[in-house]
């Protein structure tokens, strides 16, 4: 490690959202009410380029909180306003916050964006956007994919059905393009000034188990076509998935990584690119620890791919030998300094690392 | 109602001095008498016109507490007692009163002979406040007066720090100081018990803060300074003579351990033997560990860390020293300093707030000239870290020590109103009680609900639990009495010993209330027609005609006479006392309705 801060967050959270002004929102998801919403101002260590050693604040600063009367499995931060949206069980409708940093510190609820509430749904997955508008894009099955207007409420695509999946997540890709995951791996492109058409891509390995997936796109750096980046899936089995949008016909690479199996369940499978180092990827939800990995040295073999670095920390914090060992619950990378990332665990922790390459590339 | 009435005068939405006055029951109390550390003129005392106004203060105090030794805490201690005017008690723990003075008196001489002040206390000031100082142990009620009394509980935060209950008959404050709920290496974390205050004076300073955590905050330290030993670098590190060095000191004495490391560490003389004697003097107030350590091994004598000599600062080579001042204002840190600035293989280490216009304030500014003495320049070319080790409780904590007291109300000091908000909700949500945070000079009041005790005399107790349904634990039972207050005392007593010891007698009240019935007849047919009735209605009561022409239902007297004015119409009169009220209403309104044709 070239850096490693511990934190304790008195509930623990399964999002870690970064947001304009580098601001950091977790959320608790527990199943009675009074999770809270907590805006963080991260430490000036973690703002700076430059990692300093001994600096006066090196605390995170509850900026903002808010109290949510369901678990917050997901927040997203609208962009060019003071909005929030998040989702949770029970159902597929989503709650909208409003941010008001200079007059309170209190994020209140403004109110809910409801949705048609078929039986069997769960919660809704969600993305932002602000292009035309800010939109939310949302939705917690693939027949139910649509976006929604944050402000006026009004309803502007919905997705045409491509089956009743369950999504596991949803991307803009670009202000036109969506990509949807499903949690059986299916992968979808949509335009939405074509409402009817759905592109799938490729399909992952189907194996006689069920496992779950999810994926990672990557917002790569200013000027590349988005769609060129690589999608990134990931199954509850440990298989990972590169694809090229362009070419969704075949398989950019295939890997497999070393995890615990079977798997803890796919509650917490997480997937991220790292938005300044080329060609990293890291994983989480398995166990306590975060995997990065370097998908250059990736082809289409399938083999098991070596991690470039584990970050352990969850596991051995905490009081230890009570209950269940820590489950990671999300990670996620800082968006400037190239090897930091933040991780999340079911214990409350919260940890910021950054690791130190072995000597050799990046 | 009855109220606690609040008014901090520093430390009401700012961080910086402490001192908060509490009316509780026709008590004043003041909490803390702390200086802001900021300021260098009046702003940096609290602003006690606020309570003179009132006349004396020593008349109208009954009592001051203070918490612990940081100088934002009892600062202002000598000022307020000598040049303001306090003859009363001022409480604190024994290792408080122990320690107070040194700080003073080290402040006192920063801000004099440094600083060239002259509206400042003296040391002799200083003597003579501490004499005004009752010290109390911990979880011992103190008497302060007849109604007033006053208990400590462990506060961890530094060494003697207490969390103080102020209680007066029902009515109780408890005020927190500064507190820290997770223990550290050579103390332990604040406790309390149920003890349900009306109100729970909190500090807030991290309430908004989620701390790294300490061992992270270790380890880079040790890193730091063995990076810099590795390299034949000197480390120096200014401490005050208690507090923190001993848990620095722990810390690498451990290090030094594992790491098999062989540079000297030094902690300046006078400061080991006075460290290491107040440690020893107030042993119980370190943690478990430390105690049950320090029979079979003293913890604060360590193997590597030896007494400083101040020739040692010319030797060769790596050393880390421990030497006072905190803030490098003057004496041996100071010393030290110079000789080693100028080389940038060494480096200091800052572990803790320094005052403006110290050395210590410059060069945490990012100052590398100083002038010194005698217009020479010091260049500073070693490198300067800061490394904050303080205790005090997050908002975990203070969730945790309101789970413990279970306190009515919470007044929040020592934070930013705007953003204490969301800890106010927070707390008023999972507790269910209010949340106050007044700013300097705003008066919080809040109203309290105290439980009378009230004395049963013993016949009426048996009397009642005699009639109704049998006494249930979880039911609250209705009782009859009458509340004699008499003498400064209160006692519930049945109605007859009421009277009789207030020499009254009792008053019988009876209703009358007239009929009109139509019937031309004489008189006493009449009377015998409304007797033959009731007689058939009522038969379970005892219905009578008497000779002198009345009819009785039981206790109830009915009477008949003709109408003045109307020979065809008779009336009735109905009469009956208080306890027949039911009986009676029933008649009355029966005979209104008339009477049976037959006669």
Not at chain 2, 40 to 61: A, C, E, V
Not at chain 2, 68 to 75: E, I, K, V
Not at chain 2, 93 to 103: E, W
Not at chain 2, 288 to 310: L, S
């Amino acid at each position: 490690y070239r850096d490693l801060h511990t934190f304790e967050l008195q509930a623990p959270t399964r999002l870690i959202e970064w947001a304009r002004g580098s601001r950091v929102y977790v959320a608790g998801y527990g199943q009675s009410d009074g999770n809270e919403i907590l805006q963080l101002i991260p430490p000036p260590t973690l703002l700076t380029k430059e990692t300093q050693g001994l600096c006066p604040e090196r605390d995170f600063k509850v900026e903002c909180g808010g109290f949510s009367e369901r678990p917050v499995y997901s927040l997203k931060y609208v962009p060019d306003t003071s909005l929030l949206v998040t989702s949770g069980p029970p159902d597929s409708s989503l709650q909208v916050w409003q941010v008001s940093a200079e007059d309170s510190d209190i994020i209140k609820s403004v109110s809910p964006i409801a949705t048609e509430n078929g039986t069997g749904q769960s919660w809704a997955k969600i993305a932002t956007i602000s292009a035309r508008a800010p939109w939310v894009l949302h939705g917690s099955r693939l027949d139910r994919v649509q976006i929604t207007e944050v402000e006026s409420r009004k309803n502007v695509y919905k997705a045409a059905s491509g089956g009743s999946e369950e999504l596991s997540s949803l991307a803009f890709l670009d202000c036109n393009t969506l990509l949807l995951c499903c949690a059986t791996g299916r992968l979808c492109l949509a335009d939405i000034r074509q409402p009817q058409s759905l592109v799938e891509a490729v399909s992952v390995p189907s194996v006689p188990c069920s496992e779950q997936w999810c994926m990672g796109t990557r917002h790569g750096a200013q000027g590349l076509e988005p769609s060129s980046q690589p999608v990134a899936r990931l199954s509850s089995r440990g298989l990972l998935t590169l694809t090229d949008l362009r070419k969704t016909s075949e398989f950019l690479a295939l890997a497999k990584a070393r995890v615990p199996s079977p798997g803890s369940g796919a509650e917490f499978l997480c997937i991220s690119w790292a938005p300044a180092l080329e060609g990293c990827l890291a994983i989480s939800g398995f166990d306590g620890t975060v995997h990065v990995y370097d998908t250059q040295s990736w082809d289409s073999s399938g083999r098991e791919a070596e991690p470039i670095f584990v970050h352990k920390g969850h596991a051995f914090g905490g009081a230890g030998g009570s209950g269940d060992p820590p489950l990671v619950t999300v990670h996620t990378w800082h968006l400037q300094k190239p090897r930091t990332l933040l991780s999340a665990a079911s214990d409350g922790s919260l940890h910021v690392w950054d690791w130190v390459q072995p000597c050799g590339k990046c | 109602m009855p109220e606690i009435k609040v008014t901090p005068l520093g430390a009401g939405q700012d961080v910086g001095r402490s001192c908060i006055l509490v009316s509780i029951a026709g008590k004043n109390v003041m909490l803390d008498c702390g200086m802001h550390m900021g300021y260098n003129d009046d702003r940096r005392f609290p602003d006690f016109s606020y309570i003179t106004q009132n006349g004396r203060l020593t008349d109208f105090l009954d009592c001051v507490i203070i918490s612990h030794f940081h100088l934002d805490h009892c600062g202002a201690l000598p000022y307020f007692s000598e040049m303001v005017g306090y003859d009363g008690p001022i409480y604190m723990t024994h290792p408080t009163k122990a320690i107070c003075p040194i700080l003073l008196e080290d402040y006192r001489k920063i801000t004099v002979d440094k600083k060239g002040e002259t509206n400042f206390f003296t040391s002799q000031m200083i003597k003579d406040c501490m004499k005004k100082v009752v010290a109390v142990h911990l979880h011992q009620t103190v008497q302060v007066d007849e109604e007033l009394e006053i208990k400590a509980y462990y506060a961890g935060h530094v060494l003697g720090a207490a969390m103080f209950q102020i209680k007066v008959g029902c009515e109780s404050v408890v005020y927190t100081g500064d507190y820290n709920m997770t223990p550290d290496r050579h103390l332990g974390a604040a406790w309390i018990d149920k003890c349900r205050p009306d109100l729970l004076i909190s500090e807030s300073t991290y309430a908004t803060t989620i701390r790294d955590s300490k061992r992270c905050r270790e380890r880079d330290f040790l890193k730091k300074v063995h990076e810099t030993v590795e390299r034949g670098g000197k480390v120096l590190i200014p401490v005050f003579a208690l507090g923190r060095a001993q848990e620095l000191c722990i810390l690498l004495e451990t290090f030094w351990e594992r790491m098999n490391l062989k540079a000297p560490i030094y902690f300046s003389t006078g400061l080991t033997e006075k460290a290491n004697h107040y440690y020893k003097l107030f042993i119980t107030w370190t943690n478990q560990k430390i105690r049950k350590t320090f029979v079979q091994r003293n913890m604060f004598e360590f193997k590597h860390i030896k007494a400083f000599d101040r020739a040692f600062a010319d030797n060769p080579g790596p050393m880390v020293v421990f030497a006072t001042p905190g803030m490098l204002h003057a004496g041996q840190s100071l010393q030290i300093f110079r000789k080693w600035a100028g080389n940038e293989k060494n480096m200091v280490i800052m572990p803790g707030y320094c005052v403006q216009g110290t050395v210590g304030h410059k060069i945490l500014s990012g100052q590398r000239k100083l002038e010194m003495e005698g217009r020479q320049i010091l260049e500073v070319k070693m490198q300067v870290e800061y490394m904050s080790f303080s205790a005090h409780a997050d908002a975990k904590g203070i969730m945790q020590l309101i789970r413990q007291a279970e306190p009515r109300n919470v007044l929040l000091v020592h934070g930013e109103a705007k953003k204490m908000e969301f800890l106010k909700q927070k707390i008023e949500q999972e507790f269910h009680v209010s949340c106050y945070m007044p700013a300097n000079g705003e008066t919080t009041t809040i109203l309290t609900n105290p439980c009378i005790p009230v004395d049963i005399s013993l016949g009426l107790l048996k009397r009642e639990t005699a009639i109704g349904p049998l006494p249930d634990a979880k039911k609250p039972k209705l009782m009859h009495g009458t509340l004699l207050m008499k003498d400064n005392s209160f006692r519930l007593v049945s109605p007859e010993q009421a009277l009789k010891e207030l020499g009254l007698a009792e008053h019988q009240l009876r209703f009358t209330c007239r009929v009109h019935i139509q019937d031309p007849r004489k008189e006493h047919e009449t009377v015998l027609r409304v007797y033959n009735h009731l007689k058939g209605i009522l038969k379970d009561y005892s219905v009578q005609h008497l000779p002198d022409g009345s009819i009785t239902v039981e206790s109830i007297l009915i009477q008949a006479t003709a109408h003045s004015e109307d020979q065809g119409t008779k009336v009735l009169l109905v009469s009956w006392t208080y306890q027949d009220e039911e009986l009676g209403s029933y008649l009355t309104s029966l005979l209104k309705k008339g009477l049976p044709q037959s006669t």
